[in-house]
């Protein structure tokens, strides 16, 4: 494309090095592409807790905005953060290979793990299974802010994604460091994968987009998408979804609903998602 790209991201330093791989990969294909940082109410707001300020849309909205008024030509959202539903108008236009689904509890070195930070309801749900004797608290703020009350002794230990770990190349050194595997703890629908936004009507820009994106990550994308966009449940819902591939015919979907859990494997994702669906009784 001759034009240079204005690509929307959040101003938080773990979203900016998310929209920098995004603008790396788009760059090799021989793109200009600028940054445009956005403020979010859910950045503004970093001491509410997520399901008092709603949690749908909190990281997104004002970024789709941009795009719509034409001030932007795409955006990077974490695949987690997604709403049910896009702005009217735009699509997600590619998805890049993912980084690792897992959670990770991150702690003091030393300490016995009583006390546990976390704004997610999946993630004290699931923790709880592990550190059912621990009493957890919210805990808001970007990763460096949580690390930070780590640090100052708030919280025994705190609950992050491995994938911002990785992408921020957090020192963890010292701090004790447990990793979850998706079957020990199942990750929120899209953990780990990073979402292009464009408008539907860009059809050069998505084929640019559809380019640098990963064929096998696009498919765990809408395969957890459409599962979560068809739940509907509000944020204060505990929801863990993860699909994998076992072989090239075949699906496996790990759900987390509320309190039900389950996994079944198909060999047609959509009919595994209404197996689901009559099983949770949604």
């Known amino acids: 494309m001759s034009k240079t790209l204005r690509l929307a991201?959040?101003?938080?330093?773990?979203?900016?090095?998310?929209?920098?791989?995004?603008?790396?990969?788009?760059?090799?294909?021989?793109a200009t592409v600028e940054l445009?940082?956005?403020?979010?109410?859910?950045?503004?707001?970093?001491?509410?807790?997520?399901?008092?300020?709603?949690?749908?849309g909190l990281f997104v909205r004002e970024v789709e905005h941009c795009l719509l008024e034409g001030s932007a030509d795409l955006a990077v959202h974490s695949g987690k953060d997604l709403p049910y539903e896009l702005a009217e108008g735009l699509t997600i236009g590619g998805v890049p290979k993912a980084a690792a689904p897992h959670d990770v509890l991150v702690s003091r070195r030393g300490v016995s793990i009583r006390h546990i930070g976390s704004s997610s309801p999946r993630r004290v749900l699931e923790c709880r299974r592990h550190y059912p004797q621990a009493v957890y608290s919210d805990l808001r703020g970007n990763v460096d802010t949580r690390l930070q009350k780590l640090r100052d002794g708030q919280y025994d230990g705190i609950l992050l994604a491995k994938?911002?770990?990785?992408?921020?190349?957090?020192?963890?050194?010292?701090?004790?460091?447990?990793?979850?595997?998706?079957?020990?703890?199942?990750?929120?629908?899209?953990?780990g994968v990073l979402a292009v936004e464009c408008r539907e009507e860009d059809t050069a820009l998505r084929e640019l987009l559809a380019s640098v994106?990963?064929?096998?990550?696009?498919?765990?994308?809408?395969?957890?998408?459409?599962?979560?966009?068809?739940?509907?449940?509000?944020?204060?819902?505990?929801?863990?979804?993860?699909?994998?591939?076992?072989?090239?015919?075949?699906?496996?979907?790990s759900v987390l609903f509320r309190e039900q859990r389950m996994t079944r494997r198909g060999k047609d994702p959509d009919a595994l998602i209404e197996e689901v669906l009559r099983e949770l009784i949604v």
């Open 163 to 191: 994938a911002g770990l990785e992408r921020l190349q957090a020192d963890l050194s010292d701090f004790d460091v447990r990793e979850f595997t998706p079957e020990e703890f199942l990750p929120a629908p899209c953990q």
């Open 9 to 30: 991201t959040r101003g938080s330093r773990l979203a900016l090095a998310q929209a920098g791989l995004v603008k790396e990969a788009l760059e090799a294909k021989g």
């Open 36 to 56: 445009v940082t956005v403020s979010t109410r859910g950045d503004r707001d970093r001491t509410s807790p997520l399901s008092v300020i709603g949690g749908q």
């Open 213 to 253: 994106s990963d064929p096998l990550t696009r498919k765990r994308f809408d395969l957890e998408r459409a599962l979560f966009a068809r739940l509907q449940a509000d944020c204060s819902a505990a929801i863990g979804v993860y699909a994998s591939f076992p072989t090239e015919e075949e699906t496996e979907l």
